[in-house]
């Protein structure tokens, strides 16, 4: 067991006061067997009108605010703890029929699947389908999870980690053809990759924690960061972290699963004013080891089923 805490903060700055449309959260961690929450709480300045929780069509927990007031910045701070429970095992408890690939999922569970199979990207030329077909022993079989696990450590070792400060997601042919990218950039062409075998395929974003401090833990940190999950039939949903070669959930925490990361936007929202009043925003995350006995403080109320309340609790009834 591990308890991690980490503190989420995302502020937008304006040239001067601007109203503010509705803004999408998705701050809150999805409790499971192996991530449980503790603790979560979020102050928002100015505060919302009002506030109304959500759950989205793959379950994650959504957080709806409106505002009344103008502003020349707007700040959302999350603070979260959980007991996480790590797992890095390449030993996949797979189903017999799934541990040589190819294989076919079950009549019950291609319904629900076929979603997360079908490729989102063009690539007109085949180019990722080829790509990941040298991942393929040729003349033997080729065991699935020695396939997923090559797969996302090619990605690690041949793929240069590149943070960028434009927004939206790089192409996966682009990603591919600069042998470079960001922590979502490297989930996406995964996905692609995995989904031209004809596997099923989503998103995820979250955060990591890096336990060391010399410079030679993760990377994508400092941020949201983000990667995806396969699934195995017997072994569900299974976790890899092509950027920095995680097989499992060790050291990474779940916030919202998806399609397309587009659906996992983890802040989204709209403003009201002059094109040039934009001034900006900033990203801080810190994830930590945290202290056992939960921490409060002053000004911000905590609810013991870590429901997420605002610093005027009212506002969020």
């Known amino acids: 067991m591990t308890l991690l805490a980490v503190r989420h903060v995302t502020t937008y700055r304006y040239q001067r006061p601007v109203s503010f449309g509705e803004h999408r959260i998705m701050f809150r961690p999805r409790d499971s067997y192996d991530q449980r929450l503790l603790d979560a709480r979020i102050e928002i300045d100015p505060a919302p009108s009002a506030m109304r929780w959500i759950h989205d069509v793959f379950g994650n927990c959504v957080a709806i605010a409106r ?6 910045e707007l700040r959302f701070e999350s603070n979260i703890r959980l007991d996480h429970q790590p797992s890095n ?5 797979m189903e017999d029929y799934a541990q040589t690939y190819p294989f076919a999922y079950s009549a019950e569970e291609m319904p629900d699947l076929t979603r997360a199979m079908e490729r989102q990207y063009l690539d007109p030329d085949h180019q990722i389908h080829h790509w990941v077909q040298k991942f393929l022993h040729q003349g033997r079989p080729t065991r699935t999870g020695e396939l997923l696990m090559t797969l996302t450590y090619a990605i690690k070792e041949s793929f240069t980690y590149n943070r960028r400060s434009e927004t939206g997601i790089q192409d996966p042919l682009t990603t591919l053809m600069l042998n470079r990218g960001t922590c979502r950039d490297f989930a996406i062409l995964m996905i692609e990759a995995v989904r031209a075998l004809g596997l099923a395929a989503r998103f995820v974003s979250g955060y990591i924690y890096s336990p060391s401090l010399d410079g030679s833990g993760h990377v994508g940190g400092g941020s949201t960061h983000a990667w995806c ?3 195995l039939p017997g072994a569900g949903w299974v976790e890899f972290d092509p950027t920095n ?5 060790r050291d990474l ?3 919202a699963v998806a399609r397309d ?3 996992a936007v983890p802040l989204s929202g709209t403003w009201m004013g002059e094109p040039g009043d934009f001034n900006g925003m900033t ?3 810190n994830v930590t080891a945290s202290e056992a006995s939960p921490a409060r403080s002053a000004g911000r109320t905590t609810s013991p089923n870590g429901e997420l309340q605002l610093s005027n609790p009212q506002s969020a009834r």
Do not use: C, L, T, W
């Not at 505002?67 to 020349?72: G, I, L, Q, R, W």
């Not at 070669?245 to 959930?249: A, F, L, S």
């Open 229 to 231: 999950q396969v699934y």
């Open 245 to 249: 070669g995680i097989i499992g959930n």
């Open 253 to 255: 925490i779940r916030i």
């Open 89 to 93: 095992a390449p030993d996949f408890q």
């Open 283 to 285: 990203v801080e995350v």
């Open 261 to 263: 990361p587009r659906q």
């Open 67 to 72: 505002f009344s007031k103008e502003a020349s």
